[in-house]
């Protein structure tokens, strides 16, 4: 007969103990709290109707927001505000402060030093045993160089000019000393045919005459009023080189007197306008020279190097021959604000 198999009760699955549920002990310490809770759930975008966080209940009012969720891949945007493009309003100085001076004009007024080129004689004659003389054709070509860098050369009196005005940048000073005849047959048509304008300096002690300051030659023609006022039609700036080609410094105060202030009436007379710069002839100036030509009533004055004495009547320049070819002029480009010190233009005297 078959066996009856015994009947098999279930297991008993044990009772846990009850969990403590005292209000005075918390459920776990605060080191062993989940990191979510210790961060909050303010993560997401709350749902509207959702009660706030404490956090967010004990934030001011005025507290900034955290910024709406951005799209996926977008970068993340500083929370400092963005400057606005374009030219802006200077910010009104605070009571009792006073505004920093703008950009330009003043800031150029003490800039690196203005390029000034000194050029004397323009033509083929040979020799130049002075180096003072440049052919048309190498004239050409540094004018055209001047062209290419967006350079262009005016006469130093509208260089002086745009620099108070703060837009100085582009020019280029050109001077021609000692006013030959030859300035006017090459050096304006060329000046002319590349936008450029000059100043030049001329004797007029010495009209009709010629250059018997240089022992060694070889003779120029000068300019005579007739030339003078051709190139001011043309122009280009006149300004006076004394009457004689003399050293100032070395003369007494009524012969340095009678150089530079009436070399100036007697121009005045020729080009029936106004007379505003003077060149030391051979470059020499000292203090007392620069005074005399102050109170002679000119705005400025062009030496070479005048070193502790550069300023509106000493204007530093830079000597250009017929060897200096476009690099040349890069390289004297490069070292003349080492080589020359900063123009600070103190008020002109004009009278």
Excluded at 143 to 165: I, K, P, T, Y
Excluded at 205 to 229: K, M, V, Y
Excluded at 277 to 283: I, K, N, Q
Aim: charged share 25%; hydrophobic share 35%; proline share 10%.
């Amino acid at each position: 007969m078959p066996v009856e198999k015994p009947i098999e009760k279930p297991m008993e699955k044990p009772v846990e103990p009850p969990m403590e549920t005292s209000l005075d002990k918390p459920l776990c310490t605060p080191a062993e709290q989940p990191a979510e809770r210790s961060r909050g759930r303010s993560a997401g975008p709350r749902r509207e109707g959702a009660a706030a966080t404490p956090a967010a209940r004990s934030a001011p009012r005025d507290a900034p927001r955290d910024a709406a969720p951005r799209a996926f891949g977008a970068s993340a945007a500083p929370h400092a505000p963005r400057a606005p493009e374009g030219p802006q309003a200077p910010a009104p100085a605070a009571p009792g402060t006073s505004r920093p001076p703008a950009a330009g004009a003043g800031q150029e007024r003490t800039a690196a030093p203005m390029w000034v080129l000194m050029y004397h004689s323009v033509s083929y004659a040979t020799p130049d045993p002075y180096r003072v003389t440049v052919t048309p054709d190498r004239l050409r070509e540094q004018l055209a160089w001047l062209r290419r860098r967006g350079l262009r050369g005016v006469s130093v009196g509208e260089l002086l000019r745009a620099r108070e005005q703060g837009r100085s940048a582009r020019l280029v000073g050109l001077t021609f000393d000692d006013g030959y005849r030859d300035f006017l047959d090459y050096a304006v048509p060329l000046l002319r045919g590349h936008g450029c304008t000059a100043t030049v300096f001329v004797l007029p002690g010495r009209l009709h005459g010629s250059n018997a300051w240089d022992a060694e030659g070889p003779r120029r023609r000068l300019l005579n009023a007739e030339g003078i006022r051709a190139a001011a039609a043309a122009g280009m700036e006149i300004g006076s080189h004394g009457l004689m080609h003399l050293s100032l410094p070395g003369l007494e105060d009524a012969a340095l007197r009678h150089e530079v202030a009436h070399s100036r009436a007697l121009l005045r007379e020729i080009t029936g306008g106004g007379i505003a710069g003077f060149c030391y002839p051979y470059g020499a100036v000292d203090r007392r020279v620069a005074e005399a030509v102050r109170a002679a009533g000119y705005s400025y004055a062009c030496a070479v190097n005048p070193r502790s004495l550069t300023g509106r009547y000493a204007l530093p320049r830079i000597h250009v021959g017929e060897s200096d070819t476009g690099r040349r002029l890069r390289t004297k480009q490069l070292l003349h604000r080492f080589r020359r010190r900063q123009v600070a233009l103190e008020p002109a005297v004009t009278s």
